[in-house]
C-alpha cells in the first residue's frame, strides 16, 4: 500500500525555519515526483514546491522561492522542505502528494498524505 | 503562471439531482504533442486530505463512482456529478498540471439543498 506521513510541523515565530519531512512507503520513491501543496486554514490548495522524479529537478512557486528548499533522501524515501524566513502567511497545513506517473513531472497527485500543521505566530 | 477559475464557488444541490462545476483555465492546458488535456478533479471532504477523482480532464480514477464525470478540452472543463449523494458532500477542485507550476482552482463547495 502506498503511503505517504507527514511531520515536523509546529508553532514557530516570523523569521523562524522549520523542516518538514514527507516519509513514504509501497513505491520506488525515486521514480515518482513527489510534492507540496499547502492549505491554510479555511482556505483552498496551493502547490508549494516539488522534486521531479527520475531526473530530480527541483520546482517552487513565486511565493516560496529563496525561502524553501525542497530536497529527499532516496535511502529513507523521504522527501524534505526546509522552510526558513518564515512568514505569517506561510501558516497552513502541509501536505506531501504523489505524482501519479513514473519519471514524469507534468501528473496529478494520486495519493496524499494527512498533511502536517505549521503555524507562523509570535 | 495558469489561473484556474472555477464557478459557482458554492451550489446547493437535492439529492439525486445533477450538479455541475465548471474550470476555466487563463491559457489552453491541451498539450498538442498527444492532444491530451493535463487537468484533474479532486474531492475533499472535511478533515481529509484531497481525493483525485479525475485525471486528463475525463478519465476517472479507479474505484471512483461513474456517476462522477468530466468533459471538456484547451480552457474549459466541467466536472459532473450525474445524482448527488449525501457521500458527494464536499469542496471539488480542478488543478492544471500543464506547466511546470502546476495550479489549482479557488475551490467549489457543494451541499445539499
Known amino acids: 500500500e502506498v503511503q505517504l506521513l507527514e511531520s515536523g510541523g509546529g508553532l514557530v515565530q516570523p523569521g523562524g525555519s522549520l523542516r518538514l519531512s514527507c516519509a513514504t512507503s509501497?513505491?520506488?520513491?525515486?521514480?515518482?515526483?513527489i510534492n507540496w501543496v499547502r492549505q491554510a486554514p479555511g482556505k483552498g490548495l496551493e502547490w508549494v514546491s516539488g522534486?521531479?522524479?527520475?531526473?530530480?529537478?527541483?520546482y517552487y512557486a513565486d511565493s516560496v522561492k529563496g525561502r524553501f528548499t525542497i530536497s529527499r533522501d532516496t535511502s529513507k524515501n523521504t522527501l524534505y522542505l526546509q522552510m526558513n524566513s518564515l512568514r505569517a502567511e506561510d501558516t497552513a497545513l502541509y501536505y506531501c502528494?504523489?505524482?501519479?506517473?513514473?519519471?514524469?513531472?507534468?501528473?496529478?497527485?494520486?495519493?496524499w498524505g494527512q498533511g502536517t500543521m505549521v503555524t507562523v505566530s509570535s | 503562471d495558469i489561473v484556474m477559475t472555477q464557478s459557482p464557488d458554492s451550489l446547493a444541490v437535492s439529492l439525486g439531482e445533477r450538479a455541475t462545476i465548471n474550470c476555466k483555465s487563463s491559457?489552453?492546458?491541451?498539450?498538442?504533442?498527444?492532444?491530451?488535456?493535463?487537468l484533474a478533479w479532486y474531492q475533499q471532504k472535511p478533515g481529509q486530505p484531497p481525493k483525485l477523482l479525475i485525471s486528463?480532464?475525463?478519465t476517472r480514477e479507479s474505484g471512483v463512482p461513474d456517476r462522477f464525470s468530466g468533459s471538456g478540452s484547451g480552457t474549459d472543463f466541467t466536472l459532473s456529478i450525474s445524482s448527488l449523494q449525501a457521500e458527494d458532500v464536499a469542496v471539488y477542485y480542478c488543478?492544471?498540471?500543464?506547466?511546470?507550476?502546476?495550479?489549482f482552482g479557488q475551490g467549489t463547495k457543494v451541499e445539499i439543498k
Open positions: 502528494a504523489k505524482g501519479a506517473l513514473v519519471s514524469f513531472w507534468r501528473a496529478a497527485f494520486d495519493i
Open positions: 509501497g513505491f520506488t520513491f525515486s521514480t515518482y515526483a
Open positions: 522534486f521531479g522524479g527520475s531526473g530530480g529537478s527541483t
Open positions: 491559457q489552453s492546458v491541451l498539450y498538442s504533442s498527444n492532444n491530451k488535456n493535463y
Open positions: 486528463w480532464a475525463s
Open positions: 488543478q492544471q498540471y500543464c506547466s511546470t507550476l502546476p495550479t
